[in-house]
């Protein structure tokens, strides 16, 4: 089983930074793409960066200069660095991985996880 554990939200004022963490664990082959989402209250989760294997990185419009999306294969760890904090970047934050499996002989066909998702609260 994989799993994805999200770390380093909170609140933060205007202007603020904060970074958050994505580890991911469990029985793995190799992992693809990983990617931040996010969701406001009232609102569509919507895509925010992502990051392929190769560390080619591409961002939606409103965060471009100001998130910063990175991993560490070692660690199988995606980070945002998000500085430059505005009210509306407030929503819940969730990791997302395409992660190809290991059953002990072979690996398994990419499947797509996700984080238990983690606040991020930016007060004006």
């Known amino acids: ?18 970074r958050l963490s994505c580890e991911v664990s469990g029985s793995i082959f190799s992992i693809n793409a990983m990617a931040w989402f996010r969701q406001a209250p009232g ?18 419009d409103p965060v471009k200069g100001r998130f910063t999306i990175s991993r560490d294969n070692a660690k199988n760890t ?8 505005k009210p509306e970047d407030t929503a ?15 690996p398994l066909d990419e499947s797509t996880y996700w984080g238990q998702g983690t606040q991020v609260t930016v007060s004006s």
């Open 92 to 106: 819940v934050y969730y990791c997302n991985a395409n992660v190809l499996g290991w059953n002990g002989d072979r």
């Open 1 to 18: 089983q994989v799993q994805l554990v999200e770390s380093g939200g909170g609140l933060v004022k205007g202007g603020g930074s904060l």
């Open 78 to 85: 995606v980070y945002l660095q998000m500085n430059s904090l």
């Open 43 to 60: 609102k569509q989760r919507e895509l925010v960066a992502v990051i392929t294997s190769g560390g080619s990185t591409n961002y939606v």
